[in-house]
């Protein structure tokens, strides 16, 4: 039996798979190549030669194993052969598995629940079927889980409250407003500020160096001698790093050597593949440059003028990646399907372009997307993909059957000419310094045309359709930021002051009191109607509005319209804690659902349900009644994990 064993994995990162093997001796662990964990990490091993595990998965994995096999009681049941484990050995495995993670690990909760789940899943799929002694899987284990930890909403452009000069406009979860409805027209209004500050960043990108493209083409449209192009040639292919390469090229004025340099970079046969990033260029030219050009390094920042002077025959990296945020605001892919996009998807219409990307990790394409001059920057980052593959193709630096779109500049002195873009963190670093806008993800590009789509249509499947997603509850993964947005504590002034007002009063009126051996509040006699949302009605016949009666009874569906109804009161009991507790946990777990059924209605009653609801449940845990409040959100929980 062979002790090492190799398993291949893989991480994409920035479209780029990055393969890592793993070759461990399993003895180690206790293993023998017939005992249950022997099995897996055999079988394991076997599949990703085939097709590689995921490497933060097999991470995960491997270093919760270092930790369970210092465990006697793990290690007595994960080294049982597979036809003598029993649910229990299962149960009391996995729950010790979860124990470990809690007290041994500092990863966050939403890792450690992913670290769980994929030790649980690895040791029963694993496993042919019938091996086990019982009849078991993984859907018929009934092993409930205590880590449920999920990652984060997902941010949007508009999350963040000041820029890196200290302005900036309230952040989204921030927003004064005086209903639901006004509340979604001013975050709407919000998603597009934002998105439009980035887009026309990126246009102004794009077209000053398509403005200094055209001084330096203007520039090679001169006459120059067959001296001047030799030399320019020279100087683009070898710099000008000898003696006499320096003594040449300064025997030429700078504006000729420039606009010859720019004449060589569009003509095919002047131009050789072994043009390098040039080297040793001396100071006074690279000076000249911006000068005859009429820039200043603010303006360029880092770009090499040799990348400059080659402008007529090719973009750079920041051109480049200008484009790539473009589409990405244009098409609310993800940056990976964006990446995938080959320019055989880039298909020219009347009046614009049909696109479309690939989902490398489903195996499908995306939604085509029609790109006109709706679109803002669309046709202008199309135009100059394709020009720039072209051009690539045309002088040779790309084979004719490469249909990347995203080739730049390689960014250190290496051999071949051309490189795919993988990381837009130095464009990203750049606008942030040059224009004073928040630091950005790409992934928050996406989430934030997500959020704009369903906030301006009204509903999640209008996202859910752009983004391609098969399932509504992929898409509220997008979403989750949303309810975020409406459940801030700071996002109702109006609700905090009233509460703050009438809990105040009527806690006193009640003489509220914990009791001292349960933590639960006494109850306290009332004449006022429940309303169901932890608040109560003083004449439930008689509403401000006749129109609210409903078989004589108001249908307390306007208590917290437009400043509240004024029969409203907060009287805070026993009951009407437990009232505020479980309808807070029911719309976290429901508003989606309430969202996609009836927007209309969510904005008129439910939204405003959920704004007070959450400032009255943020009001109290912070008061002295918080233990009172955490005791029932544990009882909640138990009652939903039971």
């Not at 023998?32 to 933060?56: D, E, H, K, Y």
């Not at 391609?468 to 979403?479: A, E, M, R, V």
Request: proline share 3%; with cysteine.
């Amino acid at each position: 039996m062979n002790r090492l064993l190799k398993v291949e994995t893989v991480k994409t990162s920035h479209g780029k798979e990055r393969k890592t093997t793993y070759q461990f001796d399993f003895t180690l662990f206790g293993c023998t190549s017939s005992n249950w964990l022997g099995i897996v990490l055999q079988n394991m091993a076997a599949r990703s030669l085939v097709s590689s595990m995921q490497t933060p998965d097999f991470r995960l994995f491997r270093l919760l194993l270092e930790e369970l096999k210092n465990n006697i009681i793990c290690r007595n049941i994960y080294t049982k052969y597979p036809g003598n484990v029993t649910r229990k050995d299962m149960h009391i495995l996995f729950a010790q598995m979860e124990n470990c993670l809690e007290d041994n690990f500092n990863w966050g909760p939403a890792v450690k629940a992913r670290a769980s789940m994929h030790f649980r899943r690895s040791m029963i799929d694993e496993i042919p079927d019938g091996a086990f002694g019982e009849s078991l899987s993984r859907h018929n284990l009934s092993f409930q889980t205590k880590l449920t930890g999920r990652h984060p909403p997902r941010a949007t452009l508009s999350e963040m409250d000041v820029c890196p000069d200290g302005s900036g406009l309230s952040p989204i979860d921030a927003i004064p407003h005086t209903n639901v409805r006004d509340l979604r027209s001013q975050i709407s209004q919000r998603l597009d500020l934002d998105l439009n500050k980035l887009i026309n960043i990126c246009i102004s990108e794009i077209d000053f160096w398509a403005e200094t493209r055209k001084k330096l083409v203007d520039l090679g449209s001169r006459r120059y001698s067959k001296l001047e192009l030799a030399v320019a040639c020279n100087f683009l292919k070898y710099g000008a790093d000898t003696h006499r390469n320096i003594r040449i090229v300064g025997s030429i004025k700078p504006r000729r050597l420039i606009g010859a340099c720019a004449q060589v970079c569009q003509d095919k046969e002047l131009v050789k593949a072994g043009f390098v990033k040039l080297r040793g260029m001396p100071l006074a030219i690279g000076s000249n440059v911006l000068e005859i050009l009429g820039l200043d390094k603010e303006q360029v920042h880092k770009v090499p003028a040799a990348q400059i002077l080659q402008l007529p025959l090719r973009v750079h990296y920041y051109e480049i990646a200008a484009a790539f945020v473009l589409l990405l605001a244009n098409t609310a892919w993800n940056a990976n399907s964006l990446r995938q996009m080959p320019v055989t998807c880039i298909q020219r219409v009347k009046n614009g372009f049909v696109i479309q990307g690939f989902k490398r990790k489903t195996g499908q394409h995306t939604p085509e997307v029609f790109i006109d001059s709706a679109n803002k920057g669309g046709i202008q980052a199309l135009e100059l993909i394709l020009w720039n593959h072209a051009q690539l193709k045309s002088f040779g630096f790309i084979a004719e059957n490469d249909h990347n779109c995203w080739y730049a500049w390689p960014r250190s002195r290496i051999k071949h000419q051309t490189e795919a873009i993988e990381d837009l963190g130095r464009a990203i670093k750049l606008w942030v310094s040059k224009y004073g806008i928040r630091r950005f993800s790409l992934d928050q590009i996406r989430t934030h045309m997500l959020v704009r789509i369903a906030v301006s249509h009204g509903t999640a499947e209008a996202a859910r359709a752009v983004a391609g997603h098969s399932s509504i509850s992929t898409t509220g993964s997008y979403l989750d930021q949303f309810l975020t947005n409406l459940l801030s504590k700071s996002i109702n002034l109006e609700f905090q002051r009233r509460i703050e007002a009438q809990v105040a009063f009527n806690s006193e009126a009640t003489s509220l009191q914990p009791e001292t051996t349960d933590n639960e509040v006494r109850p306290h006699s009332s004449l006022f109607k429940s309303v169901g949302d932890g608040t109560t009605c003083s004449n439930p016949r008689n509403p401000p509005n006749p129109s609210w009666l409903s078989d004589s009874q108001c249908d307390a569906r306007s208590c917290h319209l437009d400043g509240g109804c004024t029969n409203n009161r907060i009287e805070i009991t026993k009951d009407r804690l437990e009232e505020i507790v479980r309808l807070n946990f029911y719309y976290q777990n429901h508003w989606r659902h309430l969202y996609q059924e009836n927007s209309e209605k969510f904005e008129k009653f439910h939204g405003q349900a959920i704004l007070f609801n959450s400032a009255l449940f943020e009001y109290l845990k912070s008061s002295v009644l918080q233990s009172v409040i955490t005791a029932l959100e544990e009882k909640i929980k138990r009652e939903i994990a039971s």
